[in-house]
């Protein structure tokens, strides 16, 4: 299985500053007959289903605010989040879809300070 | 508007068999060219892909489960299911199904991300 690993477990951050979250996988993730690194994130709010942000490392999913962004390429990636509001306020999942069994990493948790 | 809902037991005893469903609204099983997942989490731990279908009823197991898991779909009800037999307290869990949505371009499959997910259906194993 392909092993995703996020840093850091935790993060607390002031309202309107940046979040960053790392995600790293155990081997590649890029799909050479796409040209797409098959990672996605999502966002987990208590009582809610997951919630797709971004898809192929760094497209935004309809509807998601612009201050969400995605990059990173082959076992390294990251979700950063501008200008942090309230209701961003959650754990949040990297997920590999490059090789079966798709898997996630074991989330990031969001605080506000 | 693609809708999922989950329907199922809450409770299940240990070694008995949990049998959900999951609803499709605003789309078809049978024609969209979709997989269709199932996803649990155990409270205060990670997400677990259990496995999917596909509109070609082609599936595909998590290992790690593959011996206990059915996955299935009913193409006339629009409906698709998940089976987990002799389930233990480790299987308890609140239980996603989600769409994974899929592209053909030319020979080649693009995923991108699991987009629509049921509500969750908390499942607890225990006599």
């Known amino acids: 299985d392909i092993v995703m690993t996020q840093s850091p477990d935790s993060l607390t951050v002031s309202l309107g500053e940046r979040a960053t979250i790392n995600c790293k996988s155990s081997q590649t993730v890029f799909n050479w007959s796409t040209n797409k690194n098959d990672v996605a994130w999502y966002q987990r709010k208590p009582g809610q289903p997951p919630k797709l942000l971004i898809y192929?490392?760094?497209t935004r999913d309809s509807g998601v605010p612009d201050r969400f962004s995605g990059s990173g390429s082959g076992t390294d990636f990251s979700l950063t989040i501008n200008g942090l509001q309230a209701e961003d306020v959650a754990i949040y999942y990297c997920?590999?879809?490059?090789?079966?069994?798709?898997?996630f990493g074991q989330g990031t948790k969001v605080d506000l300070k | 508007q693609v809708r999922l809902q989950g329907s199922g037991p809450g409770l299940v005893r240990p070694s008995q068999t949990l049998s959900l469903d999951c609803s499709v609204s605003g789309a078809s099983v049978n024609r969209d060219l979709h997989f269709w997942a199932w996803v649990r989490q155990p409270a205060g731990k990670g997400l677990e892909w259990i496995g999917r279908?596909?509109?070609?009823?082609?599936?595909t197991y998590n290992p790690s489960l593959r011996s206990r898991v059915t996955i299935s779909m009913d193409k006339s009800k629009n409906v698709f299911s998940l089976q987990m037999t002799s389930v233990t307290a480790a299987d308890t869990a609140t239980y996603f199904c989600?769409?994974?949505?899929?592209?053909?371009?030319?020979?080649?499959?693009?995923?991108?991300?699991?987009?629509?997910w049921g509500q969750g259906i908390t499942v607890t194993v225990s006599s």
């Open positions: 192929w490392a760094s």
């Open positions: 279908v596909s509109t070609g009823e082609s599936i």
């Open positions: 989600a769409r994974e949505r899929a592209t053909w371009r030319g020979k080649s499959l693009f995923l991108s991300g699991m987009d629509v």
């Open positions: 997920q590999q879809y490059y090789g079966s069994p798709y898997t």
